[in-house]
Nanobody, 123 residues
């Protein structure tokens, strides 16, 4: 069983930065692909960023490329999402996700989800 706990959300002004963290409990963390998804009010949950188990591959949705960076610390069992140059349209609940099949994860087929952390970007 894998449990994911997000932290780091909050209120920030447009142009600011936040770093989200996802602490992962359970064995074999290093063998999981990890990702971040977000769900804005009234919208579906969508993929934002992903990192493969080996950290060889990263993927981002076009709207965050160049602004967000995903990273994975296998020693700390933690995955991060550094968010810079935040925009009001980034406002959403951000969810951490884990799956042994990285490419399935990027398509939204996820085995494990966190409960989410709210990010609010004011204009």
């Amino acid at each position: 069983q894998v449990q994911l706990v997000e932290s780091g959300g909050g209120l920030v002004q447009a142009g600011g930065s936040l770093r989200l963290a996802c602490a992962v409990s359970g064995r074999a963390f290093s063998s999981y692909g990890m990702g971040w998804f977000r769900q804005a009010p009234g919208k579906e949950r969508v993929f934002v960023a992903g990192i493969s188990w080996s950290r060889e591959y990263t993927n981002y949705v076009d709207s965050v490329k160049g602004r967000f960076t995903i990273s994975k610390d296998n020693d700390k069992n933690t995955v991060y999402l550094q968010m810079d140059s935040l925009k009001p349209e980034d406002t959403a609940v951000y969810y951490c996700a884990a799956d042994r099949d990285y490419y399935a994860l990027t398509r939204g087929a996820v085995d494990y989800w966190g409960k989410g952390t709210l990010v609010t970007v004011s204009s």
